[in-house]
Nanobody, 124 residues
Framework: QVQLVESGGGLVQAGGSLRLSCAASGGTFSRYAMGWFRQAPGKEREFVAA????????YYADSVKGRFTISRDNAKNTVYLQMNSLKPEDTAVYYC?????????????????WGQGTQVTVSS
């Protein structure tokens, strides 16, 4: 059973930065594709970013491209999301997810394990 625990959320002013972390345990992290998703109040969950098992390829939603960076440290079983130039519309609960077959995807239903989420609030 894979467990994912997110951290690093909080309240930040528009234009500020946050770095989210997602620590994995109970599986072979280095084999998994990892993704970040978010869900704002009253909205559907949406894809934010994803990274291949090796970290060699990354993918981003258009809304965050150029502002967010996904990375991973397989030695630490951790994936990160560096968020810069934050906007009020980035306010959401952010979730990390693991895809154990190793195939990176922008579709939430293709991920096998999810964290509990961390709240990010960006004030204007």
């Amino acid at each position: 059973q894979v467990q994912l625990v997110e951290s690093g959320g909080g309240l930040v002013q528009a234009g500020g930065s946050l770095r989210l972390s997602c620590a994995a345990s109970g599986g072979t992290f280095s084999r998994y594709a990892m993704g970040w998703f978010r869900q704002a109040p009253g909205k559907e969950r949406e894809f934010v970013a994803a990274i291949t098992w090796s970290g060699g390829s990354t993918y981003y939603a258009d809304s965050v491209k150029g502002r967010f960076t996904i990375s991973r440290d397989n030695a630490k079983n951790t994936v990160y999301l560096q968020m810069n130039s934050l906007k009020p519309e980035d306010t959401a609960v952010y979730y990390c997810a693991a895809e154990i077959s190793g195939w990176v995807s922008k579709l939430g239903y293709e991920y096998d394990y999810w964290g509990q989420g961390t709240q990010v609030t960006v004030s204007s």
